[in-house]
């Protein structure tokens, strides 16, 4: 049973399109992530959600929105689709409230290309 | 300039050998998380620690507060270790910043 999963795994898209891509784990926790790596592998956080409350959100264009219908699954929208929004997408997810100091357990990453 | 910088960059070692990756920050902290990115992508924690050393199988992490400074340590060092070794520290903000990796090979 994978813990953090993530759909798609690939996304090959063109500019301008709308696309989601979805996350759930099934670890019981309380707070889950999204990051983005970049093509030179850097890893930076986009957002955060604790019990379906948004308490990080970094400076992501609003074009990006997440959504948290339960505590089990973090979506990430992504509106009017940029060249430079090709990266590879990760969620991860922790068991408490204070996520820097918990183990954080990570999805097996979106592949986002846009043409 | 990053708040957490990794060296080296890139390290390729032979089967066998200790291996070191150093990690080093410049705001304070609430923990230190170590994490491995296998070839294929996935992202695994190996640590989080706040003081100390912690051991897990060959592997050491250890980090000095004061110096604000973390090393990897990786004993008998094998070719399946090869993938790159992310340092991330975790602040006031709670949130996780990331170093760039450092990129280790090691042959057979």
Known sequence: DTAVSQTPKYLVTQMGNDKSIKCEQNLGHDTMYWYKQDSKKFLKIMFSY?????????????????????????????????????????????????????????????????? | ?????????????????????????????????????HPGGGIVSLFMLSSGKKKHGRLIATINIQE????????????????????????????LVFGKGTKLTVNP
């Open chain 2, 1 to 37: 300039k990053n708040e957490v910088e990794q060296s080296p960059q890139n390290l390729t070692a032979q089967e066998g050998e200790f291996i070191t990756i150093n990690c080093s920050y410049s705001v304070g902290i609430s923990a230190l998380h170590w994490l491995q990115q």
């Open chain 1, 50 to 115: 604790n019990n379906k409350e948004l308490i990080i959100n970094e400076t992501v264009p609003n074009r990006f929105s997440p959504k948290s219908p339960d505590k089990a699954h973090l979506n990430l929208h992504i509106n009017s689709l940029e060249l430079g929004d090709s990266a590879v997408y990760f969620c991860a997810s922790s068991q408490d409230t204070s996520p820097g100091v918990e183990t954080q357990y990570f999805g097996p990453g979106t592949r986002l290309l846009v043409l």
């Open chain 2, 68 to 95: 604000k400074h973390s090393s990897l340590h990786i004993t008998a060092s094998h070719p399946r270790d090869s993938a790159v070794y992310i340092c991330a520290v975790s602040g006031g903000s709670e949130k």
